[in-house]
């Protein structure tokens, strides 16, 4: 690991000095430092291992940015919550130290492949992390779809919106709409509605190797996509939104002291009492 690439979360108050004396201590121990920018920058350097400061919207960006290309992240949280970024700015210097000594673990993440298609065109083709999100605009009506999986009809959808994850995303947007958690290291597709008209319909766990479509009816709810949270598409009346798991992976580099457990407890308070009531 001596080539490394350096992607730094935009405006961030305290992301250039960290960014400075990460480089001099890389600098130090005789790494070649390579800043990347995943908007400027249209090709990957040829490098070992890439280092993300910021929070899991950064690594989703990167994570898009860089499918294809399987080389390893360390995700370092300078963000909030932080699933995916579990290092903290006082632990990067004692991770790295592991990953140059090669004490640490790859863990490959499933990724999505989604394909709009018009007609008989196809109009967008992203590839995402944690999920694809389809969902009514900005006015308060209900959005209309047909949901398939492999050719066979699962159901027809009335409400906010589907969203379609992976497990790494899990613990992502689809959690939020009722979804349940899935260990990262199972290769399944989530699909969870948001809202649903009709409350059987119920958040189901498919497996991977299946590609799941959703038929845009006619409606007046001016419908979207987004991918990993981040930019809008709009959608038209007849598109079809395809997803199927990508052949690249994203490899998370991660301790092997900490666990998948460790971290859902620390992320979401398990096992915390709550504080206890004031006296008025």
Not at 85 to 91: I, Q
Not at 135 to 142: E, S
Not at 238 to 262: F, T
């Amino acid at each position: 690991m001596n080539k490394i690439g350096i992607v730094l979360k935009p405006d961030h108050s305290h992301g250039e000095e960290t960014f400075k004396k990460l480089s001099s201590w890389l600098s130090d121990r005789k790494k070649k430092i390579f800043v990347i920018d995943p908007i400027k920058n249209k090709t990957l350097p040829r490098i070992d291992m890439v280092i993300v400061l910021g929070g899991d919207g950064t690594l989703l960006s990167v994570a898009r940015w860089m499918a294809g290309n399987e080389i390893p992240i360390l995700a370092v949280n300078m963000g909030s919550l932080g699933f995916l970024t579990e290092v903290t700015l006082s632990e990067i210097y004692s991770s790295l130290e592991h990953v140059f000594k090669k004490e640490y673990l790859e863990d490959p993440r499933m990724m999505l492949e989604c394909v709009i298609e018009r007609g008989r065109k196809v109009i967008k083709k992203p590839t995402v992390l944690n999920d694809i999100v389809v969902n009514k605009g900005p006015f308060a009506r209900l959005i209309k779809m047909e949901v398939s999986v492999n050719g066979q009809f699962v159901t027809s959808l009335r409400g906010d919106g589907l969203v379609i994850a992976t497990s790494t995303g899990s613990t992502g947007y689809t959690l939020s709409a009722g979804g349940p958690i899935v260990h990262p290291s199972v290769d399944a597709i989530v699909l969870t509605p948001i809202s649903p008209h009709t409350l059987t319909n119920r958040p189901i766990v498919i497996p991977s190797n299946v590609e799941v479509r959703v038929l845009l009816k006619n409606n007046e709810a001016s419908p979207v996509a987004t991918f990993d949270g981040q930019g809008v598409f709009p959608l038209e009346p007849d598109d079809q939104v395809c997803i199927k798991a990508s052949s690249s992976r994203l490899k998370l580099i991660r301790s092997p002291y900490r666990n998948y457990y460790q971290v859902l407890r620390e992320k979401l308070k398990w096992g915390e009492e709550a504080p206890a009531a004031r006296a008025v």
